[in-house]
């Protein structure tokens, strides 16, 4: 897992970096658990999500879209996440548990995913990502 938030005046800004796109995308699925739920979150329940778009970035953004959208219709706190992306195309096996009010409301309650200074880039060292959940 690498990944750190970023000072941000009103949104949570996260920097991830990651060797290929798929640890990329599974550190911002981590980030975004974390930032949302904290960190007690286990197994139990594994969910599967597939996600096709245009390009990287609204691949990225519709997914965690979809992470959040599952967490809050069927009350489900994920823990890890196997990611494949092939293309344009991502299939996520997804690990976690029902959410329990003790231990997963000390996060912040994230209210979308933002395209609003969405950069992924390649160089030398492998991929960084920038990117910012409204609070």
């Known amino acids: 897992?690498?990944?750190?938030?970023?000072?941000?005046?009103?949104?949570?800004?996260?920097?991830?970096?990651?060797?290929?796109?798929?640890?990329?995308?599974?550190?911002?699925?981590?980030?975004?658990?974390?930032?949302?739920?904290?960190?007690?979150?286990?197994?139990?329940?594994?969910?599967?999500?597939?996600?096709?778009?245009?390009?990287?970035?609204?691949?990225?953004c519709d997914f965690l879209s979809e992470i959040l959208f599952i967490a809050e219709v069927e009350g489900l706190v994920f823990s890890q996440a196997d990611i494949t992306i092939e293309g344009l195309s991502l299939t996520a096996v997804l690990s976690g548990e029902s959410f329990d009010p003790l231990r997963h409301s000390s996060g912040t309650e994230v209210k979308g995913v933002s395209y609003s200074g969405l950069v992924i880039e390649k160089d030398a060292n492998g991929y960084i990502l920038d990117i910012l959940f409204d609070v």
């Open 1 to 60: 897992m690498s990944f750190e938030e970023i000072s941000h005046t009103a949104d949570v800004k996260i920097r991830a970096r990651a060797l290929t796109p798929d640890a990329l995308f599974t550190d911002a699925f981590l980030a975004l658990m974390q930032v949302v739920y904290g960190t007690d979150r286990k197994d139990g329940i594994t969910k599967e999500v597939r996600i096709d778009s245009d390009n990287i970035e609204s691949l990225l």
